[in-house]
T-cell receptor
């Protein structure tokens, strides 16, 4: 079952623009993570935000977390062609039998055109 | 460090054939995972392991078996392949808990 759902499913922007994608989830979490997947490659971890954090930055990435709305957003500023990829959110559910079994969403496909 | 490696990268099987996918990690991670990725469905957990000699079922375990005889290796077996198992398979590893996972490059499997 997918805990996280990304929105939009696809996003097309021009270089230099900002890209924003959202993730909604259903149950309480320990943390939420964002991953990037380039075409034909494995997923690469971008950033982890814990349930007691509201915002986190890493380079051109900004992640927010609103636990009351069970949602998160990933902002990529000043996008580059190299940011073209699929972006996935993954949640670590706060369950009694949870041992770190992440639940991934279906992803947002981002295309950045020069 | 090689990180997480997977072999083979590509494979075509006929229905009913068997095969084993190998995952190896050199980061001394306790936890290892096998996922499958299908279009529009994100990643689904097949089996996982929280340590050498232990394995457990994930979300979609039917038709697959796994073994973790050594800490650094996690094998995924298909005993009798079916077309529904056509997918891209990813192995991942992590330290204990819901920490970041490190992924291999994937194995693209086609069952005809």
């Amino acid at each position: 079952s997918q805990q996280g759902e990304e929105d939009p499913q696809a996003l097309s922007i021009q270089e230099g623009e900002n890209a924003t994608m959202n993730c909604s989830y259903k149950t309480s979490i320990n943390n939420l993570q964002w991953y990037r997947q380039n075409s034909g490659r494995g997923l690469v971890h971008l950033i982890l935000i814990r349930s007691n954090e509201r915002e986190k930055h890493s380079g051109r990435l900004r992640v927010t977390l609103d636990t009351s709305k069970k949602s998160s957003s990933l902002l990529i500023t000043a996008s580059r062609a190299a940011d073209t990829a699929s972006y996935f959110c993954a949640t670590d559910p706060e369950l009694t039998d949870s041992w770190g079994k992440l639940q991934f969403g279906a992803g947002t496909q981002v295309v950045v055109t020069p | 460090n090689a990180g997480v490696t997977q072999t083979p990268k590509f494979r075509v099987l006929k229905t009913g054939q068997s095969m084993t996918l190998l995952c190896a990690q050199d980061m001394n991670h306790e936890y290892m995972y096998w996922y499958r990725q299908d279009p529009g469905m994100g990643l689904r957990l097949i089996h996982y392991s929280v340590g050498e000699g232990t394995t457990a079922k994930g979300e979609v375990p039917d038709g697959y078996n796994v073994s973790r005889l050594k800490k650094q290796n996690f094998l995924l077996g298909l005993e009798s392949a079916a077309p529904s198992q056509t997918s891209v398979y990813f192995c991942a590893s992590s330290f204990p808990g819901g920490n970041e996972q490190y992924f291999g490059p994937g194995t693209r499997l086609t069952v005809t």
